[in-house]
């Protein structure tokens, strides 16, 4: 009986056929075996590149950081001013409010090829880099009551701005002390950059400077500066002059 099945499912069991058959099955398990294995070595090289990327920005974002951190450093380091250049001692009056004041003068705008080169230490000096040159124009006054027309040159004003609400203005003298159309009352503190007795001012987000330095009348006003910003900015003037 076995025998007979045997036979007739021997007879009926295509050997080749199935043999073929079994073969392609293994190998097509095999091939997908191999698709999968592919798919995942390409998603790991994709993840691998991709992290490799974000490495490399971050690190490239990290050393624009310490670039930008050590060139403000370096500006605004009032400590290291102290050590390598000058001796100072920096003194801020707080002012709580100020007085307006009028002013009689004409403003006339003053080309940079009209400057005399005695006042070319202008160029030079350290504004901070968000800060751009605007304009500059001269303050005429009258040479005596009796004339009517601002015959008499008394100041010299450059301007540099960020925005609308901060700026820079750097106004100076031969005649006396420059103009302004404010007052501060009354200042105790005093400041010394080198020999140089400075008079440095706070209210609210401006700063004020006024000095004489080799016969010439400095008077300083920023808004939106910091302290070490500004004693930079004093100290530029100063060393260029020297």
């Known amino acids: 009986m076995y025998d007979s099945l045997k036979r007739e499912i021997e007879k009926e069991f295509n050997k080749e056929r199935n043999y073929n058959t079994i073969l392609f099955e293994g190998e097509r398990v095999n091939d997908m075996k191999k698709q999968r294995m592919k798919s995942i070595l390409a998603?790991?090289?994709?993840?691998?590149?991709?992290?490799?990327?974000?490495?490399m920005i971050n690190?490239?974002?990290?050393?624009?950081d310490d670039i930008k951190f050590s060139k403000n450093d370096k500006f605004a380091n009032v400590e290291?001013?102290?050590?390598?250049?000058?001796?100072?001692?920096?003194?801020?009056?707080?002012?709580?409010?100020?007085?307006?004041?009028?002013i009689d003068a004409d403003l006339r705008v003053l080309e940079l090829n009209e400057l005399p080169e005695k006042f070319n230490f202008i160029q030079n000096i350290k504004?901070?880099?968000?800060?751009?040159?605007?304009?500059?124009?001269?303050?005429?006054?009258?040479?005596?009551?009796?004339?009517?027309?601002?015959?008499?040159?008394?100041?010299?004003?450059?301007?540099?701005?960020?925005d609308e609400l901060n700026d820079i203005q750097i106004a100076f003298s031969e005649e006396a002390e420059p103009l302004r159309d404010y007052y501060l009352g009354e200042i105790n503190k005093k400041s010394k950059?080198?020999?140089?007795?400075?008079?440095?001012?706070k209210y609210e987000s401006m700063h004020n400077a006024t000095f004489k330095y080799r016969d010439i009348y400095f008077d300083?006003?920023?808004?939106?500066?910091?302290?070490n910003e500004l004693v930079e900015l004093l100290v530029s003037i100063i060393n260029e002059k020297e």
Not at 43 to 55: R, S
Not at 150 to 158: A, N, Q, R, S
Not at 193 to 201: H, N, P, R, T, Y
Not at 220 to 227: F, L
């Open 127 to 162: 504004i901070p880099e968000r800060y751009n040159f605007k304009n500059s124009y001269n303050i005429f006054v009258k040479s005596n009551i009796d004339v009517k027309k601002y015959d008499k040159l008394h100041d010299y004003i450059f301007v540099y701005q960020k």
């Open 80 to 102: 290291e001013l102290q050590k390598e250049k000058l001796q100072m001692e920096i003194n801020i009056n707080e002012i709580e409010s100020i007085g307006s004041m009028m």
């Open 43 to 55: 998603t790991a090289c994709i993840a691998f590149i991709a992290l490799v990327c974000l490495l």
């Open 193 to 201: 950059i080198g020999d140089i007795e400075v008079i440095i001012s």
């Open 220 to 227: 300083i006003e920023t808004n939106g500066v910091t302290k």
């Open 59 to 64: 690190n490239i974002e990290n050393q624009r």
